[in-house]
């Protein structure tokens, strides 16, 4: 359920027969794998790999669950409680979280960035980079081709955090 509190900023929608809304959602065991990494480095004092991306303290990990594969993007929903900015970044289909760590070449961009500035009425809409989120959106439907999973990680900066940010990205299902 969402709380009645967040504002919604749709980007991009235009009218289309079958839609499927892919909710973004925290994994919260990959996150903590991926903080304990961070912390072992720290506790040993050794540095990370060449080209690793470690997990900053302001991220976490998401995930979009693919139930079908011919998509094609149609816009996405992204729900601020109070202002703050959101930085999504995907990952590409060349990362394996269960057998290697992140680096930085299976980052992609564009990343979608969000946000409500302060001193806005709580029913303004949220802001975005809108050429950057649409390609982002259409570089998510060619990758769901392949994949029946994607990570993200979500960046939460200037008061935002995973209680005060929903999201998700509509497709449209291609025949």
């Known amino acids: 359920m969402l709380n009645n509190s967040f504002t919604e900023m749709t980007v991009c929608r235009p ?20 903080r304990l990494r961070v912390q072992s480095l ?5 540095k990370r790999q060449e080209g690793e991306r470690l997990l900053q303290a302001n991220e976490a990990v998401y995930r979009l669950d693919f139930s079908k594969q011919s998509l094609r993007f149609s816009h996405w929903t992204v729900r601020l409680a109070q202002a703050g900015r959101l930085t999504i970044t995907a990952t590409s289909q060349l990362w394996t979280p269960d057998l290697t760590n992140l680096m930085t070449r299976q980052l992609l961009e564009p990343a979608g960035v969000f946000w409500r500035a302060a001193g806005y009425a709580s029913d303004a809409p949220v802001q975005c980079y809108e050429a950057d989120a649409d390609e982002f959106g259409e570089r998510i439907a060619e990758l769901a081709k392949v994949r029946k999973v994607m990570y993200f990680l979500f960046a939460f900066e200037e008061g935002c955090s995973p209680e005060t940010v929903d999201g998700s990205i509509t497709f449209t299902v291609e025949s």
């Open 42 to 46: 720290q506790q040993r004092g050794q």
């Open 15 to 34: 009218s289309m027969s079958t839609e499927l809304e892919l909710p973004f959602r925290l994994d919260t065991q990959l996150t903590e794998v991926m």
